[in-house]
């Protein structure tokens, strides 16, 4: 069974469907018409392989071309009213087919049971979960420049496909600007007489816009996995861990603004709302410069997205000399500023232990909130409290412990060096393991290691390998 297209950027809206068939062909031809065939079909490849990242190329281009084929002819002067729907239902019914071609996804079934506009607008709001690791791999200039003399086309629709479902996070209108810069660079170095002085000029111009691609690729890959509140949080660990000098009531706004940021603009098909809003940094900046030299030395550029950039790739400072985190009250964790107050209990916790990992703070953080549910609405919270505190206390010191030592080790360690003392550890802490379970056991944490020690790690892929 395979999955359909959503007939147009907007269609999976609730407005479709109240408003009807009509409603759907006028917006379909509006988007069509204003856009142009061309424009229509790049913006269709872009939304698909966002919306069905692990489909294939072939899969997408067969979509696609469906889709602006249906367009053409239904949005065409003097077409018959009915076409559109007559169209999209024979689209719909070769998306339930066991043979169809379209990009495969497991709820298809279900939709296919429903009928009518219903069933479209079911296919319509399938999606596939986005790339936990991006898998685009940008070429040489020199392997650019053959596929693009190759096939022009071929090589621009392919290259739009592998970039929308790597960054299918990142807003609708970022990667649309993104892409264009980066084929409109291509189709002018690979003509150029001197092609890789060209490149290396375009490059630079393009190289804003290539880090807002990433970073709000990152934030929004973020935002779509935990919610505005745990974001907070997130950005909240990130900034203490980096800057364990300043304090809760310094970073909590800045992590507030940041996921603000980040609820606005993430779903907006606003032109310039994510660059707008990259403001977030100038407000950065004022606050945390005096506090540390290395983000004085991020905010000296002009450019406010590479400065953002630089913030954000800051390794953790050296754990400082605080005295012993003081835990919240019963009555401070069951009151109205109860989330606030865990939150600051997980920050003081975060500064002390810059290595911890952001995937098992946020394991911490998950369980902090599910204690906060269960025992403030408990008969006795303070009995049920005091229980989790007597427990937390026998677990928690070791979980840090084990963290902050894997991601410590890794970040201070070459590669090598950093298994063969995995390696030498696991040894003496498990002396009848076989060297093979022991050789499993080195790579399955190197490999936690190289991928979530970072802080810029994937957020689902992390939390599941905690």
């Given amino acids: 069974m395979r999955a359909a297209l959503s007939l147009l950027l907007l269609l999976a809206s609730t407005h479709a469907m109240h408003r009807g068939k009509a409603y759907i062909r006028d917006k379909v031809c509006q988007e069509f018409n204003t856009l142009g065939k061309e424009e229509f079909r790049t913006l269709n490849i872009i939304a698909n392989s966002r919306k069905f990242s692990n489909a294939t190329f072939e899969e997408i281009n067969h979509l696609v071309q469906e889709i602006v084929s249906l367009a053409e002819t239904c949005c065409a002067e003097g077409a018959d009213p009915s076409c559109y729907d007559a169209g999209s239902s024979a689209l719909s019914a070769k998306s339930c087919g066991e043979a169809s071609p379209f990009p495969f996804h497991p709820g298809t079934a279900a939709c296919c049971r429903q009928e009518g506009l219903e069933q479209k607008l079911c296919l319509a709001a399938l999606r596939h979960a986005p790339q936990q690791l991006p898998r685009y791999l940008q070429p040489s200039n020199q392997e650019l420049c053959q596929a693009f003399k190759k096939d022009p086309k071929d090589f621009a629709d392919r290259f739009l496909y ?204 998950d369980a902090s909130t599910k204690v906060r549910e269960e025992c403030c609405s408990a008969k006795d919270p303070s009995s049920c409290l005091q229980a989790k505190r007597q427990l937390m206390g026998e677990k928690l010191p070791p979980f840090l412990e084990k963290a902050s030592q894997l991601c410590g080790q890794y970040t201070q360690l070459p590669f090598l060096d950093f298994k063969k003392r995995l390696q030498e550890s696991l040894r003496q802490a498990l002396p009848a393991a076989s060297a093979e379970l022991l050789g499993q056991l080195v790579e399955q944490r190197a490999d936690f290691a190289s991928t979530c020690c970072s802080h810029n790690s994937p957020p689902l892929y992390c939390s599941s390998k905690v």
């Fill in 162 to 365: 592998e970039y929308a479902s790597s960054y299918g996070q990142a807003p609708l209108p970022v990667l649309l600007g993104s892409t264009r810069s980066f084929l409109s660079m291509v189709s002018t170095c690979c003509i150029s007489p001197m092609p890789t002085a060209c490149f290396l000029k375009e490059k630079l111009a393009r190289k804003s816009l290539s880090l807002l691609t990433l970073m709000s690729n990152r934030a929004c890959s973020r935002f779509a996995a935990y919610g505005k509140d745990k974001v907070t949080f997130s950005y909240l660990t990130s900034l203490a861990q980096k800057m364990p000098a300043a304090s809760f009531e310094e970073l909590f706004p800045l992590a507030e603004d940041a996921a603000e940021v980040f609820s606005q603009c993430c779903d907006s098909v606003a032109e310039d709302c994510m660059q707008r809003k990259v403001e977030h940094t100038a407000k950065a900046c004022s606050t945390l410069s005096a506090q540390d030299e290395r983000v004085a030395n991020c905010c000296k550029g002009k450019n406010l997205m590479e400065n953002y950039f630089c913030i954000s790739a800051l390794p953790p400072a050296p754990a400082p000399k605080l005295p012993e985190v003081p835990k919240p009250t019963d009555k401070q964790l069951c009151g109205e500023e109860g989330a606030r107050h865990a939150k600051g209990y997980l920050f003081e916790l975060a500064r002390r232990h810059p290595s911890v990992p952001e995937a098992a703070l946020n394991m911490l953080y």
